[in-house]
C-alpha cells in the first residue's frame, strides 16, 4: 500500500489549491478511512478532513470553517483535497493517512496513532 500526495504549492491570501492522495492497493470505500492531517514546524499534527467507509459523510477541523472540500474519486483510490479562501495560517506540510480500523469514528478521526500508513508530504505555502 502506497500513499502518495500531490498539488501542493505556493498560493496568494485568498487563492485556493487542490491537493490530491493517490493510494495504491487502499480503496478506502472498502479498506477504510483516508484523513488529511497537515503539520507547521514545532507544532503537532492536526486533522484536516476526513472520509471514511466507518461514517457517512465528511469531517473538518474545526479551523477550516467551510473553506475546505474532501472528496474522492469513483474508484475511491484517490482523494482530493480543495482548499479555498487561502490563509497564511494554512501554511503547513499537508499530509494524507490510511487506515483500516473500524476505531475510526467522529470523536477519533484525528488520533493518530489509529493511522497506518502515511505520505510524504506535500508543502502549502500561502502569502500574505
Known amino acids: 500500500v502506497q500513499l502518495v500526495e500531490s498539488g501542493g504549492g505556493l498560493v496568494q491570501a485568498g487563492g485556493s489549491l487542490r491537493l490530491s492522495c493517490a493510494t495504491s492497493?487502499?480503496?478506502?470505500?472498502?479498506?477504510?478511512?483516508i484523513t488529511w492531517f497537515r503539520q507547521v514546524p514545532g507544532k503537532e499534527r492536526e486533522g484536516v478532513a476526513c472520509?471514511?467507509?466507518?461514517?457517512?459523510?465528511?469531517i473538518y477541523g474545526d479551523f477550516v470553517k467551510g473553506r475546505f472540500t474532501i472528496s474522492t474519486d469513483n474508484a475511491k483510490t484517490t482523494v482530493y483535497l480543495t482548499m479555498r479562501n487561502l490563509e497564511p495560517e494554512d501554511t503547513a506540510v499537508y499530509y494524507c493517512?490510511?487506515?483500516?480500523?473500524?476505531?475510526?469514528?467522529?470523536?477519533?478521526?484525528?488520533?493518530?496513532?489509529?493511522?497506518?500508513?502515511w505520505g510524504q508530504g506535500t508543502q502549502v505555502t500561502v502569502s500574505s
Open positions: 472520509i471514511s467507509k466507518n461514517f457517512a459523510g465528511a
Open positions: 492497493g487502499f480503496a478506502w470505500g472498502d479498506d477504510g478511512t
Open positions: 493517512a490510511a487506515a483500516t480500523t473500524p476505531r475510526i469514528r467522529i470523536k477519533t478521526w484525528n488520533w493518530l496513532y489509529l493511522y497506518e500508513l
